[in-house]
């Protein structure tokens, strides 16, 4: 079958390309193998290292991963109150720049411009910081969700106003014939149509929202997943003499990864329930032509 978009490899470069993947493949099998060697040789392959996490009979298994489960509720709640908020606001922003003025424009544009340019973990700095500082004191729960908030606000509203910007003028055009004002048309009929394409995007966000709960250590005194596998790993060390920092972070990168997986999954599950959806939804007049192109067609 040829392709549109680049020319067929011929037997030639069908060669290369399976003696450089066997290449590929022989030298990562190589890699793995002098891993496990240095990992072996440093003792990182002991079973009593891997058996709190990794073995349910192993005595210290549940207290493990009962500590661990406290640090993940932490984060979970974590990204669960920034989407929530980061929506909210995020929507609010795109509705301010879309329909502003001139006059004000600017200034939505500066906010949004200065929050997307700061490095995440400083909005959660300067949140744990800055606000005790001028009395707003609150649980360190919170402080993540705001510092995270003032982040992915900014970016949930260019996703909405990308949103906004594909859909066609038609639709604003027809709504300000009928006599609807700026804000009925985004609110009754753009803003519904900018959701449902940009669902896929904003559940990837989540994605990016997950992983900067682990930012949370700048935040004294809130024990988010990461920190409570710290406490585990310190606790091992202090009373057991047992070191498995190796093992407790391969256990932590595994859970964000599922996590992770789970919830890219559901972004491509959405992409592709909206794509039949649109393709099913055919416009009444390509049916109508449709069915007379068909009945002329029986005639002749």
């Not at 298994?61 to 640090?71: E, H, I, K, Q």
């Not at 340019?117 to 909005?123: E, F, H, K, R, S």
């Not at 093992?247 to 559901?266: D, H, P, R, S, T």
């Not at 939804?281 to 449709?290: D, M, Q, S, V």
């Amino acid at each position: 079958m040829t392709s549109v978009l680049y020319d067929a490899p011929g037997p030639r470069t069908r060669r290369n390309t399976a003696v450089g993947t066997a290449v590929a493949l022989v030298v990562l099998l190589g890699l793995v193998v002098l891993a496990v060697i240095q990992l072996a040789a440093n003792d990182q392959l002991d079973p009593e290292k891997w058996g709190p996490l990794f073995n349910p009979a192993n005595r210290y298994f549940v207290a493990t991963w009962g500590a661990l489960a406290d640090g993940l509720v932490n984060t979970v709640l974590g990204a669960v109150l920034t989407l929530v908020f980061a929506l909210t606001i995020g929507t609010l922003l795109a509705m301010a720049r879309i329909s502003s003025t001139r006059a004000y424009r600017w200034l939505v544009v500066g906010v949004i411009e200065l929050l997307r340019g700061l490095p995440v973990v400083i909005t959660i700095y300067f949140a744990a910081r800055v606000l005790p500082e001028v009395g707003i004191a609150l649980p360190p729960l919170w402080y993540l969700v705001i510092g995270l908030t003032a982040y992915n606000c900014v970016i949930i509203a260019e996703i909405i106003r990308a949103g906004v910007a594909a859909l066609p003028r038609g639709q604003s055009e027809a709504a300000y014939a009928v006599g609807l004002t700026r804000s009925q048309v985004l609110r009754l009929i753009l803003l519904p149509q900018a959701f449902r394409i940009m669902l896929p995007a904003l559940i990837s966000q989540l994605v990016v929202i997950v992983k900067d709960t682990s930012l949370g250590f700048v935040i004294f005194g809130f024990s988010e997943f990461v920190r409570a596998a710290n406490t585990v790993i310190q606790f091992f060390i202090g009373q057991l003499g047992i070191n498995l920092t190796l093992q407790m972070y391969i256990a932590v990168a595994l859970v964000f990864i599922l996590v992770n997986y789970g919830l890219g999954k559901l972004a491509e599950y959405t992409e592709r329930r909206l794509g039949r959806a649109r393709r099913s939804a055919a416009p009444p007049e390509l049916a109508t032509a449709g069915a007379g192109a068909g009945g002329a067609a029986g005639g002749a």
